[in-house]
């Protein structure tokens, strides 16, 4: 069992930055692929990226690719997303998810975090 919960949303201009963060409870944290998902206002939730369980891998969306970096800290339970050069269009509810490996399969994900909002002003 692995409960999640987001921190660090809020509201910054075009071209701002922010850092997300996902603490994790549970001992099975380390052994799970972690990603982040994010469901922008009257649309669907859409795959961000993806860390392996051990941090050696990431994949990332097209859309944020060279802007957002995901890391993990198994030390520390937790899960980050750099998200940098913001633009209007990455306001979203965003979500952290954990899965036996890494996917960016959203029904993959068995445990999800309850969301934090990042709005990006134009």
């Known amino acids: 069992q692995v409960q999640l919960v987001e921190s660090g949303g809020g509201l910054v201009p075009t071209g701002g930055s922010l850092r997300l963060s996902c603490a994790a409870s549970g001992r099975t944290f380390s052994s799970h692929a972690m990603g982040w998902f994010r469901q922008p206002p009257g649309k669907e939730r859409e795959f961000v990226a993806v860390?392996?369980?051990?941090?050696?891998?990431?994949y990332y969306a097209d859309s944020v690719k060279g802007r957002f970096t995901i890391s993990r800290d198994n030390a520390k339970n937790t899960v980050y997303l750099q998200m940098n050069s913001l633009e209007p269009e990455d306001t979203a509810v965003y979500y952290c998810?954990?899965?036996?490996?890494?996917?960016?399969?959203?029904?993959?994900?068995?445990?999800w975090g309850q969301g934090t909002q990042v709005t990006v002003s134009s």
């Open positions: 998810a954990a899965a036996p490996f890494s996917s960016t399969t959203i029904a993959e994900y068995h445990y």
């Open positions: 860390i392996s369980w051990g941090g050696g891998h990431t």
